[in-house]
């Protein structure tokens, strides 16, 4: 049962495996143990928009640094504040919307996030959480297509080397 692992592994590009070390997608073990070697304290990244107390940062460290690769087909205990989603914060620069059950919990890389992934669980699955992916898709496709709407309501007009110039007039309406 590597769900947690195979969702996580799923929702990477070829980019942050590049920022990992990896030219293609790792193989489970190779990426718990990469992960395992480059771990680090997380000092940037905000669970619930809040910091975390040294002890805390010190605890999270050492919950990387004990996790038994040997056990990982018996699954992935998440927790509600995750070890391994903090150290991707940090690692990957990004931030992580992890939706269990009904409750939102937000990792946030607070000094640059590059972009947010986005995990839905229960009690016994973790999986990528699709439709929030596409929902912030389809919302970007209707912003550029409200913008291209704009841009096609302004009036145009030829000039003389026959290229399509706009106007906008908004300046001297009073």
């Known amino acids: 049962m590597t769900c947690y692992w195979d969702?996580?592994?799923?929702?990477?590009?070829?980019?942050d495996y590049n920022i990992l070390g990896f030219n293609h997608k790792p193989s489970l073990q190779q990426f718990i143990n990469t992960l395992k070697t480059k771990?680090?304290?997380v000092q940037n990244v905000l669970w619930q928009g809040n910091e975390f107390r040294n002890q805390e940062i010190a605890?999270?460290?050492?919950?990387?640094?004990s996790y038994n690769i040997n056990e990982v087909q018996s699954g992935h205990l998440t927790s509600v504040c995750d070890s391994f989603l903090l150290l991707l914060c940090e690692l990957l620069k990004i931030s992580i919307e992890h939706k269990y059950l009904n409750?939102?919990?937000?990792?946030?890389?607070?000094?640059h996030s590059r972009k947010t992934l986005y995990f839905k669980s229960n009690n016994g699955h973790f999986e990528v959480?699709?439709?929030?992916?596409?929902?912030?898709?389809?919302?970007e496709v209707e912003r550029v297509q409200q913008r291209v709407q704009q841009s096609q309501n302004q009036p145009r007009y030829m000039n003389i080397n026959n290229s399509i110039i706009g106007l906008n007039f908004s300046l001297f309406n009073r």
């Open 39 to 41: 771990n680090t304290l």
């Open 59 to 65: 605890e999270h460290f050492e919950a990387i640094k």
């Open 129 to 139: 959480y699709h439709y929030k992916k596409q929902e912030k898709q389809r919302q």
């Open 103 to 111: 409750n939102v919990i937000y990792y946030k890389n607070k000094k």
């Open 7 to 15: 969702s996580i592994r799923d929702s990477l590009t070829l980019d």
